[in-house]
Structure formats: structure tokens, C-alpha cells
T-cell receptor, first 114, second 111 residues
């Protein structure tokens, strides 16, 4: 079945550092890939969505792209701020069930030091 | 905008107890979800519902029941709480397209 793997459990950066988080996916259909962000004490919220139609998503200074050849998708930001500290989840839309289900990665805890 | 309201925010129960979590949404979304979040394990789907009175099992449904009596509400019952079920339970709703709107979560502690 469809799956997604997110190996970076924790990332610690300083303000203005470059952020790069990677996930790999497996699906037999055209992928719809998403990034969710979860701030402390809140539920996850959609950050970016990437499909085969747009190949790239940009929001709040974050950019998401995917590579069909390596079946991977990435989240990057040129210059992180302390306020970006949160857990970032990649997710794959699973259409095999006939409804919009998401398969989530295990999350990357980003800590940005001032 | 809309909101997802989960109650209670914190739930403490005894091992073997039946415990219920409630979720309300005012987005008027058809589909609602219950996820369980364990530290370091991401979000795992317990149940979802595509319309009132519909229930679909996710990968983690064993040990749980769900109920969708109204479009705006979706409840989850832990049928017999176990100590290894201490986790955060997240409710969400969606119109489709992959965008889910989540509540703030209900943290379950089993003594």
C-alpha cells in the first residue's frame, strides 16, 4: 500500500539558517503531497500542498517541491526564525480508499535557537 | 472561519474504563476524522466518517468505537482504556483535497 517515510526526527538550527526536511513516498497513483505544521499546544495545520500539476508550493517563506525520480519531497526555507519552531509533518493523500485519507510521516521537531 | 472544538482537553481514566471524547465542527464539512498522536510516531487514523451516520475504520480502530449522529459532531470511545494508550487524540474535518482542519487535541492519561 501507499506509504510515507520521514527520517529526520529532530532538527536544531540557529536563526537565519537554511532549513531542509525530506520525506520519501510510495504510491501507485499520481501523488498529492502535503506539509503540515504543528505548533506547541495546537493541532496540525496545512502549510503547503504539492501535486503533479503544480510541482511546487510556496507559503509563508516555505517552499515544497517533489522529485518523481527519487519519489521524495522536500520542505525548505531560506532563513528560519525562532517562531518557526514546531513539528513538521509530511503527508501523502491516499486515494485507494475512495476518500481523501492522509498518510502522515512521523514528524520532524524543528527547534530554532535565537 | 470555522472551528473544531474537542472536549475534554484532558481526560484521566482508570485502566479498563470506557472513555469518550467528543468533537464539534462548524465548518459544515462532510468528512470527519479521529487520529491518535503518539510521540515520535506521527498521526495514525482511528476512524473517519464521510457523512452523518457513516463510519469507516482506519488502521488503528481496534479497541475504539465511534459515533456520528449529526453532521457537526463525531465522538470516539475508548472501549477499555489501557496504559499504553496514553496519547493525544486529534479530531479533524475536511471538504476534501487533502486539507484537514484539526482541533487542539485531547490528551488521555490512563492510571
Amino acid at each position: 500500500g501507499d506509504s510515507v517515510t520521514q527520517k529526520q526526527g529532530q532538527v536544531t538550527l540557529s536563526e537565519d539558517d537554511f532549513l531542509f526536511i525530506n520525506c520519501t513516498y510510495s504510491t501507485t497513483t499520481y501523488p498529492t503531497l502535503l506539509w503540515y505544521v504543528q505548533y506547541l499546544g495546537q493541532g496540525p495545520q496545512l502549510l503547503l500542498k504539492v501535486t503533479t500539476a503544480n510541482n511546487k508550493g510556496i507559503s509563508r517563506g516555505f517552499e515544497a517541491t517533489y522529485d518523481k525520480g527519487t519519489t521524495s519531497f522536500h520542505l525548505q526555507k531560506a532563513s528560519v526564525q525562532e517562531s518557526d519552531s514546531a513539528v513538521y509533518f509530511c503527508a501523502l493523500v491516499d486515494l485507494t480508499s475512495g476518500s481523501w485519507q492522509l498518510i502522515f510521516g512521523s514528524g520532524t521537531q524543528l527547534t530554532v535557537m535565537p | 472561519g470555522g472551528i473544531i472544538t474537542q472536549t475534554p482537553k484532558f481526560l484521566i481514566g482508570q485502566e479498563g474504563q470506557k472513555l469518550t471524547l467528543k468533537c464539534q465542527q462548524n465548518f459544515n464539512h462532510d468528512t470527519m476524522y479521529w487520529y491518535r498522536q503518539d510521540s515520535g510516531k506521527g498521526l495514525r487514523l482511528i476512524y473517519y466518517s464521510i457523512t452523518e451516520n457513516d463510519l469507516q475504520k482506519g488502521d488503528l480502530s481496534e479497541g475504539y468505537d465511534a459515533s456520528r449522529e449529526k453532521k457537526s459532531s463525531f465522538s470516539l470511545t475508548v472501549t477499555s482504556a489501557q496504559k499504553n494508550e496514553m496519547a493525544v487524540f486529534l479530531c479533524a474535518s475536511s471538504l476534501g483535497g487533502g486539507q484537514l482542519y484539526f482541533g487542539e487535541g485531547s490528551k488521555l492519561t490512563v492510571l
